[in-house]
């Protein structure tokens, strides 16, 4: 029996009032690109927020190789090789494109930083060069401030932030949602890449066409709750509906 | 024509410069004593230690935060440094002791703000009324003297003609330069101050630089508080008063944005020089001591607007 690298077993999310998770269960298994699916204010997010550090469940426990992880912010999170692509990408504007692939991680070593320590930006330089040109995605000046570069640049610059360390999972949540659609072909190519390159990858996205052609399996939540996880060759896209919207 | 006129216009630095150099042309016409030795050495003392502090409140308003507290801070730590030496402690330790003094109350108000979420506005202003009444209870609203000669070296003496002072300062602003551009530390300040959620979702401890600014900007208080008594060769309770103004006026003339995220040393540096001229200036020039508040206020009106409009032509089309 083949074992998944993450599990999330019973995880729960309330905001006041509001239960944003319902124990929710999440595997992801050895070499795959799992699609996370719902409508608007499933949960998706809140999902993998929980899951990158930025929020901590209400209840609910996170293993990583059957070992149970401790991660109550985004520090932990990186610490252990779970990186995210965020909808907003989160980028820093007022630094350059250098400053914002290493952001948290300058010492250039994969670690997260201590402070107090010395950078160095020429090195730095040069390997941002390097990831932007491996990702073939577009041309960008790695001095230029961020607030400066269009929505795709933009989003070069957060994909390349993530997996600057060869991550062991990435989160992208809906990463072509603000790219012209020329520019979404070469990202789902580059998902496919990181499977190759044995990333495990969480994609969360609307248009179900990008999902199908790049997720192994496709998880799907409603209202908070996890619907079912299927393998996208046994599923068509009518059925995905169907489950997203809940008719039956 | 243009092309120049909008490279001046984007390089805070560069403008700033021109109109000090400016300024201070005027000023030598309407009154030759500006350029004497003598005047600038008396300029260059407050200037170095307005520029002490001002380096480190450069950090803080780049956090997007602020520190009204340095003024009392200063006489605080000035006074508990005052009280060691006649109390008949070393200078040494009284040095030590008062520099703590500024630094614990930096602590203070670094753990207040992100310990309770407290806004620093808040706290500083609190600390500002808390620290400046400490020093009366303790000083007992006198004025403390004397203190050993030998402590007035460092508020007074000279090496090669130039105050000790401004050597210290120049130290100050190299090492905090450092600090802020080749740091990991610094790097961390400009994120958070620029978007803290982005900051927070990178990793970054946005509480641990916090609280470190506001500690180190005690710090460099206490530092102009000791100081400062060495040079008046005594502590009154009175000293630091309207500093905090002044010094977030030249950190903000400098170019530092209070909405956080941009600003540099070397910009600090300029408008610490600004300030210090611009109150020299006042004095030369004889202008009415209420006009000079009038006219700080609306340099710095006029630095913001300008700030205001630089973000604006830099935003996104």
């Not at chain 2, 560069?14 to 003598?38: A, E, Q």
Request: charged share 20%; proline share 2%; net charge positive.
């Amino acid at each position: 029996m083949i074992k998944p690298i993450i599990e999330m077993r019973g995880i729960s999310k309330n905001f006041g009032a509001i239960q944003a998770l319902e124990n929710v269960d999440l595997e992801l298994m050895p070499h795959e690109v799992l699609g996370l699916v719902g409508d608007n204010a499933a949960g998706k997010t809140t999902l993998m927020k929980i899951l990158c550090g930025r929020y901590i469940p209400s209840s609910g426990r996170i293993y990583m190789e059957g070992k149970k992880l401790d991660i109550f912010s985004p520090f932990d999170a990186r610490k252990v090789g779970i990186e995210t692509v965020y909808q907003d990408l989160a980028l820093a504007d007022n630094l350059d494109v250098t400053a914002n692939i290493f952001l948290g991680k300058e010492s250039l070593r994969g670690g997260l930083n201590q402070y107090f320590k010395v950078m160095d930006v020429k090195r730095m330089r040069e390997k941002a060069r390097r990831i932007i040109e491996k990702l073939e995605l577009e041309e960008l000046d790695i001095t230029r401030k961020v607030r400066n570069l269009s929505g795709g640049q933009r989003q070069v610059v957060a994909i390349a932030r993530a997996i600057s360390f060869n991550p062991k999972v990435l989160i992208m949540d809906e990463p072509t949602a603000s790219l012209a659609i020329s520019k979404v072909s070469r990202v789902l190519e580059l998902v496919k890449r990181f499977r190759k390159e044995n990333i495990l990858v969480i994609y969360i996205g609307h248009r179900l066409q990008e999902i199908f052609q790049i997720a192994d399996r496709v998880m799907i939540l409603r209202r908070g709750k996890n619907i079912g996880t299927y393998k996208t060759s046994e599923i068509s896209m009518d059925e995905v509906i169907k489950l997203i919207i809940g008719e039956h | 024509m243009k092309k120049l006129w909008s490279w001046f216009l984007n390089s805070q630095e560069m403008s700033l410069l021109l109109v000090f150099i400016i300024l201070c042309v005027i000023t030598g016409i309407l009154n030759p004593v500006f350029f004497t030795f003598r005047n600038l050495i008396v300029v260059s003392r407050s200037f170095s230690l307005f520029l002490i502090i001002a380096v480190l409140m450069n950090f803080v308003i780049i956090l997007r935060e602020i520190d009204l507290s340095v003024g009392s801070v200063v006489a605080l730590s000035g006074t508990v440094c005052g009280l060691s030496l006649v109390s008949g402690l070393s200078i040494p330790l009284s040095i030590i002791i008062g520099i703590s003094t500024g630094t614990l109350m930096g602590f203070i108000n670094g753990f207040l703000i992100t310990r309770f979420s407290i806004h620093s506005f808040v706290v500083t202003l609190a600390m500002l009324y808390a620290a400046r009444g400490a020093v009366y209870v303790i000083g007992m609203g006198r004025p403390i003297y004397p203190f050993p000669k030998s402590f007035a070296i460092l508020g007074e003496g000279k090496f090669l003609g130039i105050p000790i002072l401004v050597f210290i300062a120049l130290a100050w602003v190299i090492v905090g330069n450092f600090f802020l551009a080749k740091t990991t530390y610094g790097r961390a300040v400009y994120a958070v101050g620029g978007n803290s959620e982005t900051a927070t979702r990178a990793g970054l401890n946005v509480k641990k630089i916090k609280q470190w600014s506001f500690l180190l900007n005690g710090l460099s208080a206490g530092i102009s508080g000791v100081l400062l008594v060495s040079r008046l060769s005594v502590a009154q309770p009175s000293m630091g008063t309207g500093w905090e103004l002044q010094i977030i006026a030249a950190v903000v003339i400098g170019g530092t944005s209070l909405l956080g995220g941009e600003g540099t040393i070397l910009g600090t540096l300029i408008g610490v020089m600004f300030i210090s001229i611009l109150n020299n200036i006042m004095i030369l020039i004889r202008i009415n001591v209420y006009w000079q508040n009038i006219v700080v206020g609306l340099i710095l009106i006029l630095a913001t607007i300008l700030d205001t409009v630089r973000r604006r032509k830099q935003l996104p089309e």
